[in-house]
């Protein structure tokens, strides 16, 4: 790695590159910061002010579990708490954390100066902040959720839950929109945006994990987001969808949960590892052993976590034959996770470990997760299963997993990276401490708790009877659990007193090997003034080596440019230099867009036409001055010119983050109609028949949609190759752009309404049966891919209405091209399976 | 001059190829052997018909034959890959893509096997 500044810019330059990178002081330091490490240090607060309160939650129902037939809580109210708890720690503090940790630390270990699209990342994290807010607005009405964290229908459905499941279910959808943009987000700075000479194998090990993770979460989400939708649909305008009556089938609402629970938990779990491969190599002076082995056992773990939903239904009556294929992916999976353990014990067996707070709290994961490795395997079997389901074994065995496994690497990780975030050293001694107590206190309260669910004790029950023998496990539980708690508690006290009276770090405290130790403790706004360069996987340990290629771009980067803020874009596979990549600057508008969507649920909530009407004028009113902004200072300064006078700020194609953009939201829009075309699979063979009356069966508005949509492809598309690859387009390629964006924009607009002209003149009663109620939700995802299609193409008119930078009409025509292009996938889909499908017959 | 073998778009391709050809291929053994046997058996069950268990049977194994075979000539182009990049001193970067394709490779075919055995030994339709 080198960093040479012995020849630089002047002292003016750097100034005016400062100024650049400036945060927003006084009150707009609230609403309107973007830059990753605001928005990431928002997201992990945020998630560990969650966090405590659902530790608290679940104190109380250890206290109501200390004695049998206790009455301290009623049976109501713990209910409610087992749900808020659940709830809490899966959905507000386990993924939101981790999504900030990666939000502050990528851009940093990559050699990155921002996330790729700043002011989404910021308008990812109000979403998030908003659904939790919303979900535990429900203690201040009085309807607290109380159907677990898993929701189960009918329990969750309209015939037996009030409008608490409502508000959970929008609190949701308000997170989950928020960790898939994350996912987004993630993807693309991994990708794309690493520092000229990091090649795939010498990417870090946290930033392969998280490029595997946000792929799992946009494979694994999006069918949570369409789940819910399909059970609000239920609840409140009488689909079929959970209804036996009609077709439908509660069983479907436990795959559509599962298929997203299941990774959920590697979700959770493979960054938590990824924090281990950074810490027990540096806490060991050694390089981590097995790299290549090491992210195959990522990649294997996280492909195969997608497979493994069905082992949460292993007592729903599914055929021995079902049951033994996820049986088998689990029990493949299990070998995965167990080369990374030997990779760590390697590291630390080939080192020379240093017993420090995140060595201990390292070492305290690979026993704990461990252990929960091993009860993983004996509940992958679905004999020993069909046994232990529903008992306080499960309970054990997933704490195991999930504390072991997710909250100990991030105290390890904390502790890690403390000096970095605040530029203070932790206590060593009070961190130790909090260690044993949290440790301690970890296995005291769990381990127990295999035995009582051995023993009998079912799960989710608010007492148990005395006779069941199992007091004195639940009093040692209790105890246990006041004991991490008390650990818990110092942890925090230790890293906030650290804030004032820790000592001064430096930069790298413990003499570690990623990028993001280069830098500042803590960071400068821009992270780095001039680009690193990268010749090894070890960058900060490794002798460096020069290549005037990559060197090149590193000197046109530094403390450059000064008029607007920008990264290097590098090529996927080597890293090598690309293009310029502009960073957006503080703005109001993701706050106000945000705050749109969540008044939006409330209008639902209070049934309020008012509130809702205002809200779609709001979320309107923010997007359309998004966007304005961001036309209005691409067109501004330097970005204009090429970076370095080579390196242009944007081109066509993916050498620009809104290519990855708009093929990461046409990904999303194919993944949730397909969730809707299997759900409606799955309801038809489940069905003796199916439909109940005749199919949709409107070839020509069908055909004809498809038919507006290949022309609203063809004509970004074709508008997208017009014009030279610079800002001086002549009259003739522009006009073309604006005739193409137009007649694109009228494509999709007739689609729009072939599209939904099709409920009505299809003539179907979404109540009567669960083929309708998939009917009306096919052409609702597809309108609403074709409103985003439409939305992307007017920026495209927008931009070429609204300033000089000829090559940004071109490139936004061709990312509209790309999301038609997805929108052409919905339709397909949407249409084999409102129309294909019920053709076939057994 | 001629660009290495590793570095030609040709090398680039195979070499990336047998690195995602593994992991889709096991999502695809897992995915289809589960819809063709899970929701066959299933329809036939809801029509109230005998379902074709043999043909269930077969339609499983012979898909997840072809995406075992598939598995393994990906592992097989990531070995060449390796190989040629150690060889002759090539860079490191496909040496590692080479690496990374032959364990995908060893990984997932074994995943494919697991889930391949079950209709041999199982009734299709119980």
New interface residues.
């Given amino acids: 790695m080198t960093t040479d500044q012995e020849t630089g810019p002047s002292a003016e330059q750097r100034a005016r590159f400062a100024q650049a990178w400036a945060r927003p002081r006084g009150l707009r330091r609230i609403l309107m910061p973007v830059q990753h490490k605001s928005v990431g240090t928002r997201y992990m607060v945020t998630a560990f002010v969650f966090f405590f309160v659902g530790g608290l939650q679940a104190l109380l129902m250890r206290v109501q579990l200390a004695q049998p037939e206790q009455d301290v809580l009623s049976p109501q109210t713990y209910n409610e708490l087992f749900t808020m708890h659940g709830t809490t720690m899966m959905f507000l503090f386990a993924v939101p954390f981790l999504e900030g940790l990666a939000a502050y630390l990528l851009p940093l270990m990559l050699g990155a100066r921002d996330m790729p699209f700043a002011r989404y990342n910021t308008f990812n994290y109000w979403c998030y902040l908003l659904g939790g807010i919303i979900l535990y607005s429900s203690f201040v009405v009085g309807m607290v959720p109380d159907a677990g964290w898993f929701a189960y229908v009918p329990l969750s459905g309209p015939e037996f839950a009030d409008k608490a499941m409502d508000i959970w279910l929008f609190g949701l959808a308000l997170a989950e929109l928020a960790a898939i943009g994350a996912a987004i987000e993630m993807i693309v700075v991994v990708l794309a945006m690493r520092a000229p000479g990091m090649?795939?194998?010498r990417m870090p090990i946290f930033a392969w994990t998280m490029l595997c993770v946000a792929a799992m979460i946009i494979l694994a989400f999006v069918p949570l987001l369409v789940g819910s939708l399909l059970l609000e649909l239920d609840r409140n305008i009488s689909t079929a969808f959970f209804d036996t009556e009609r077709g439908g089938d509660p069983l479907l609402w436990q795959h559509l949960f599962w298929i997203f629970g299941h990774p959920e938990v590697y979700v959770m779990f493979l960054p938590g590892a990824a924090i281990i491969s950074h810490v027990v190599p540096v806490h060991s002076r050694h390089r981590l052993v097995g790299y290549?082995?090491v992210?195959?056992a990522i990649?294997?773990t996280a492909?195969?976590s997608?497979?493994l939903w069905?082992h949460h239904m292993y007592t729903t009556g599914?055929?021995?034959?079902?049951l033994?294929?996820?049986t088998?992916?689990s029990?493949?999976i299990s070998?995965?996770s167990g080369v990374q353990v030997v990779a760590w014990i390697a590291t630390l067996w080939s080192g020379r470990p240093r017993l420090t707070v995140p060595m201990l709290f390292s070492l305290g994961f690979l026993f704990t997760f461990v252990a929960g490795g091993i009860t993983g395997v004996m509940v992958a079997s679905a004999p020993f299963d069909a046994q232990a389901h529903d008992t306080y074994f499960v309970v054990a065995h997933f704490h195991y997993v999930l504390i072991g496994g997710m909250l100990f690497p991030v105290l390890a990780g904390l502790f890690h990276w403390w000096p970095k975030f605040t530029g203070r050293m932790p206590s060593a001694r009070l961190g130790t401490v909090s260690f044993w107590l949290a440790f301690v206190g970890f296995h005291l309260t769990f381990f127990p708790m295999h035995l009582s669910g051995l023993w009998g004790m079912p799960r989710r029950v608010y007492t148990y009877d005395a006779g069941l023998g199992v007091g004195v496990l639940n009093l040692l539980s209790t105890i246990g659990a006041f004991i991490f708690a008390a650990g818990l508690v110092l942890t925090a006290i230790t890293l906030l007193g650290a804030l004032r009276r820790g000592e001064r770090s430096g930069p790298d405290p413990w003499g570690a090997d990623t990028l993001e130790w280069v830098a500042d403790s803590p960071p400068a706004s821009a992270n780095f003034g001039r680009i690193p360069v990268v010749t090894g996987r070890a960058p900060l340990w490794d002798r460096p080596s020069h290549d005037p290629k990559l060197e090149r771009m590193s000197a046109a980067f530094d403390h450059a440019p000064q008029n607007v803020r920008a990264t290097p874009f590098t090529t996927v596979?080597?890293a090598l230099p690309n293009t310029a990549a502009v960073q957006a600057g503080p703005t109001f508008w993701p706050f106000l867009a945000a705050g749109g969507l969540a008044l939006a649920a409330a209008g639902l909530l209070l049934e309020s036409g008012w509130v809702l009407g205002a809200s779609v004028l709001v979320i309107v009113g923010a997007f359309v001055a998004w966007e304005l902004q961001n036309e209005r200072e691409l067109g501004a300064g330097e970005s204009t010119e090429p970076v370095g006078g080579e390196y242009l700020v944007e081109a066509p194609g993916p050498l620009s983050p809104g290519w990855w953009g708009a093929a990461g939201a046409a990904v999303v829009l194919v993944v949730a109609v397909t969730t809707v075309a299997f759900s409606l699979?799955?309801l038809?063979?489940?069905?003796?028949v199916w439909p109940q009356g005749e199919s949709l069966g409107l070839p020509w508005l069908s055909a004809g949609t498809g038919l507006a949509l290949v022309l609203a492809i063809s004509a970004s598309w074709w508008g997208s190759r017009q014009g030279p690859l610079s800002h001086d387009a002549p009259p003739t390629a522009r006009g073309a752009h604006l005739a193409a964006a137009v007649t694109s924009t009228f494509a999709g607009a007739v689609a729009l309404v072939l599209a939904v002209a099709q409920w009505p003149a299809g003539g179907l009663d979404h109540t009567a049966h669960s083929y309708d109620s998939g009917v009306l939700m096919l052409v609702s995802t597809l309108a609403l891919a074709i409103l985003l299609g439409l939305g992307l193409t007017i920026c495209a008119l927008l931009a070429r209405l609204t300033h000089t930078r000829d090559i940004r009409p071109r490139i936004m025509l061709q990312n509209a091209a790309v999301l038609w292009t997805g929108v052409l996938v919905v339709w397909a889909v949407a249409w084999a399976a409102t129309d294909l499908m019920p053709l076939a017959?057994? | 001059m001629a660009a290495p073998e590793a570095t030609r778009p040709r090398s680039t391709r195979l070499a990336v190829a047998a690195v995602l050809v593994p992991p889709v291929a096991w999502v695809c053994a897992l995915g289809l052997s589960y819809v063709v046997q899970d929701f066959a058996c299933t329809a036939y069950a809801s029509a109230g018909r005998n379902p074709p268990t043999a043909l269930i049977g077969t339609a499983v194994v012979t898909l997840d034959v072809v995406l075992l075979v598939l598995t393994l000539a990906a592992g097989v182009v990531a070995w060449r890959t390796s190989r040629r990049a150690t060889a002759g001193g090539g860079s490191p970067l496909f040496g590692f893509l080479g690496r990374l394709g032959l364990f995908l490779s060893l990984g997932f075919a074994a995943g494919i096997v697991m889930i391949a055995v079950n209709p041999l030994v199982l009734e299709v339709c119980a």
Avoid: E, K
């Fill in positions: 090649s795939l194998d290549p082995f992210v195959a990649v294997v492909i195969m997608l497979g069905v599914l055929p021995p034959v079902t033994s294929f996820f088998a992916a029990m493949s070998v995965a596979l080597s699979l799955f038809q063979v489940n069905a003796p017959v057994v």
